[in-house]
């Protein structure tokens, strides 16, 4: 099977963030792209019928309605979620980095596009109680370049929730210590859910879309006790068509004997993720506005 390098996790242990370089085979990130062009095309026709639903979120900032971000997209395309979650990468990334009872939480697509359309201000993902791994893993579908909007990190800084507003207002998008991280089309980058980042706003044409998956152990989501045991079931459930859809070689040997046989086809399982849905645990942002002069729109922008 698949297995992660061992620099790889190292730096990942020092720093809390960790690129996988060319993640995907061609064929699914070229499957992924599609789904993503449908799914703007489906939002932005159901704006024009006056049907909005709330798994996505559609931005005018530009005067032009544009996808912004689309949840849940296990309800949308199942099947190829399984095929991204079963591959080996994803699997290796469960295995080394979360371990057995790893399972997917949410698994949603951010579009981002040009300025004036949303950047993503500081904050921390997901606090929680840091005895169990928690990850949010970004596959990336298009390129994030330097200086074009790609994620800033500040590295070690997941574990305390930090002054987002006095960093913010006196430092603006350089807080010390701030490095930058691009991606490439097809790249994976891990990142511990609660360090502290952000990403300008992008200034190059077109949109680069990234879809975000949270991983965790069961024990995990009990602990916080933010979701209930049947909704870590679901999940396990759906971890376990993952580990029946992927290469039996990828899949590590107890891991079988700990997830089982899928109790529910796909279809049913599908249902009962939708009837049975709980908010995710929401991420710490200022808690005031931040007034400063680069940021969080940069001066050449405004």
């Known amino acids: 099977m698949a297995s992660i390098d061992k620099q790889k996790l190292s730096f990942y242990e020092q720093n809390g963030f960790v690129r996988f370089e060319q993640a995907l085979s061609q064929d699914l990130l070229q499957r992924l792209r599609a789904l993503s062009v449908r799914l703007e095309a489906s939002a932005k026709q159901e704006l024009a019928d006056g ?16 996808l912004f971000r689309y949840n849940d997209l296990f309800f949308d395309d199942p099947e190829l979620v399984l095929d991204l979650l079963a591959s080996p990468t994803m699997l290796a990334i469960c295995e080394s980095m979360v371990g057995l009872g790893c399972v ?77 991280q691009p991606a490439k089309a097809g790249d994976i980058l891990v990142q511990d859910m609660m360090i502290l980042h952000s990403s300008e706003p992008k200034r190059s044409e ?74 995710p645990i929401p991420a710490v942002w200022s808690h005031r506005d931040v007034e400063h002069p680069d940021y969080p729109t940069p001066a050449d922008l405004r």
């Open 104 to 180: 997917p939480m949410q698994l949603d697509l951010v579009y981002k596009y040009p300025h004036p359309h949303p950047h993503i201000a500081w904050h921390h993902g997901a606090p929680h109680p840091r005895n169990y791994p928690y990850l949010n893993v970004g596959v990336y579908l298009d390129d994030a370049d330097l200086d074009d909007g790609c994620l800033r990190y500040i590295p070690d800084s997941q574990h305390e929730i930090l002054d987002i507003y006095t960093l913010s207002s006196e430092h603006g998008w350089h807080i010390p210590g701030v490095v930058q």
């Open 51 to 66: 049907a909005v639903r709330n798994q996505y979120h559609l931005s005018n900032e530009s005067g032009e309605p544009r």
């Open 206 to 279: 077109g949109v680069r879309r990234t879809i975000y998956i949270e991983l965790r152990p069961i024990e995990g989501i009990a602990e916080s006790g933010k979701q209930s045991a049947q909704w870590a079931e679901l999940r396990k459930q759906w971890m376990a068509h993952v580990i029946k859809r992927a290469d039996p070689k990828d899949v590590p040997a107890d891991w079988l004997a700990f997830y089982g046989e899928p109790q529910y086809d796909l279809a049913t399982l599908v249902n009962l993720i939708e009837e049975k849905w709980e908010p």
